[in-house]
């Protein structure tokens, strides 16, 4: 039985090691540019791009097509997509799985809204990969993915929310004066997928004490962290130096963003997801 793990671009994640894996790119539209957020993508040039260009932008869910594709010829995939409260990319991945499984009889796709994005759905990636080696049944596999999620979470550190504000995913009155003076603004996916402010923080030093504030509240000891950064390595590693002052070690990865996080967490931006 072949199985596959399938997730969208949202995740930060291009390839995993020893099993199928397959990225499915969400569109990030400059213009007449449409930038389809894979490994092909020049991320330097495409930011600048972001930067430079003062028209319209936006982004756009894949479509079921791009998902069917990426499901290969797998007998069972775990799908995993970025909130639906906030993005038709669950949506597409549901119709697509429906489409795969009548057309190939015994298939089956299991979807799961991860109700967040980025480094927790890259945490849900690595334990359904953990899962599939084991050598586990689909079922179980999916039961067990569910129940993790119940205990990873996300946190993120926003150095500005205007791209989130133009494409009326936040009212602009939060966005003013964020990205000001290194202003910061955290927040966190609440439970129904949406974006959940927390705080407005002078700076990444700030940001960054009250995640791991909310990380202890929530019970965090020590669990796996992915930290996804935009062009700010610099918090991503103090976040994971205090880590390791308070649990001794860091067991964690830390990466940059691809295409479709840098649009919403723009430079400076960074994004935490944790077991608790
Ligand atoms: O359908 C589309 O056009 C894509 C929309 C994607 C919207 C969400 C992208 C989030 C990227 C930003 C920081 C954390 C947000 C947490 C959300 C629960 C990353």
């Not at 079921?64 to 906030?86: K, S």
């Not at 918090?235 to 001794?248: C, D, N, T, V, Y």
């Amino acid at each position: 039985m072949k199985m596959r793990i399938v997730a969208d671009s949202s995740a930060n994640l291009l390839e995993m090691k020893d099993v199928e894996f397959a990225s499915v790119p969400v569109h990030i539209i400059v213009g007449e540019r449409d930038y389809a957020d894979t490994a092909e993508i020049d991320l330097a040039a495409y930011q600048q791009h972001l930067r430079e260009y003062k028209g319209k932008t936006t982004t756009a869910a894949p479509s079921p097509g791009e998902w069917e594709e990426a499901f290969g010829d797998a007998d069972v995939i775990f799908c995993l997509t970025l909130t639906g409260a906030m993005s038709g990319t669950h949506n597409s991945a549901v119709i697509a799985g429906e489409s795969y499984e009548s057309e190939h009889p015994g298939a089956k796709v299991y979807v799961l809204d991860s109700l967040s994005t980025g480094p927790e759905i890259y945490l849900l990636a690595e334990k359904t990969r953990e899962l599939i080696l084991a050598g586990m049944e689909p079922e179980k596999i999916y039961e067990e993915i569910r129940a993790y999620h119940q205990t990873t979470h996300l946190y993120f550190s926003l150095a500005s929310v205007d791209n989130f504000a133009k494409n009326g995913r936040v009212s602009h009155v939060i966005a003013k004066g964020i990205g000001l003076m290194g202003i910061r603004i955290v927040g966190t996916a609440s439970p129904e997928g949406t974006l959940d402010f927390k705080g407005k923080c002078r700076g990444d030093k700030k940001a960054l004490a009250l995640i791991l504030e909310k990380m202890k509240e929530l019970g965090y000891k020590g669990g796996r962290v992915v930290i996804a950064h935009n062009q700010n390595e610099e918090a991503a590693l103090q976040l994971k130096m205090r880590i390791e002052e308070l649990f001794g070690f860091f067991n964690g990865v830390i990466h940059p963003e691809r295409a479709l996080c840098c649009y919403y967490a723009e430079p400076g931006s960074v994004m935490v997801g944790f077991e608790a």
